[in-house]
């Protein structure tokens, strides 16, 4: 019996790890199949309806494309969100030509940005629901990964905290100027001094 147990514990603790390789390997063929539709580098959609658009952030393959291993902590911090905002930008332009209806509701996680941030875009906070917190277990390994290297430090995320970002299509057409205001801000960051600096 201690051995079956000791089998069956193991199993579920690198499900965790397995889910993960599974999903960054198949990631490319999921994008090139239109199951993923990419905003931005690292802002794609995996469900879609009339009604209902769903955000993620980027996986590890698309972390390893876009960014180098000095590029961790503050710089790659601005750079991911820089890189959402453009995504956000691009959802907004497809409102704004009919691709999306206005009233579709966006959805992502807080998990994304600040509560202070999310609010800014026009995004009303909700509880997450179980698929969701379920994903995200199941994806910690990968998370944490993300997590540390935007951080600049072993970090480990609360998934278990995690809360819901929604926003209406015309309520972030409407917030586009702010969030070009923003990005404009964050390229000016990175185009100074400290920008320069770290990209030596």
């Known amino acids: 019996m201690g051995p079956f147990l000791l089998g069956r514990w193991t199993g579920l603790l690198a499900f965790p790890i397995t889910y993960s390789f599974f999903y960054v390997v198949s990631n490319p063929a999921l994008r090139l199949l239109g199951v993923f539709r990419y905003h931005s580098p690292l802002l794609k959609v995996s469900l879609r309806s009339r009604r209902y658009y769903e955000v993620h952030s980027g996986t590890l393959f698309d972390y390893v494309l876009l960014f180098r291993w000095k590029d961790r902590g503050c710089r790659a911090t601005r750079q991911i969100l820089g890189l959402f905002l453009e995504g956000f930008l691009d959802i ?8 999306i209806a206005r009233d579709t509701h966006i959805v992502g996680t807080s998990y994304f940005f600040s509560e202070k941030s999310a609010e800014r875009l026009g995004f009303r906070l909700e509880s997450a629901g179980l698929r969701l917190r379920l994903v995200l277990l199941v994806s910690y390994a990968e998370l944490a990964l ?26 972030l057409l409407a917030r586009r100027d702010e969030m070009r205001r923003i990005l404009g801000r964050l390229r000016e960051i990175e185009g100074g001094p400290e920008g320069q600096a770290q990209a030596a």
Do not use: Q, Y
């Open 92 to 99: 907004a332009n497809a409102v704004e030509r009919g691709e």
């Open 146 to 171: 993300l997590h540390s290297f935007a951080r600049g430090r072993i970090s480990f995320p609360n998934v278990l905290k995690v809360r819901t970002a929604v926003v209406r299509g015309d309520e």
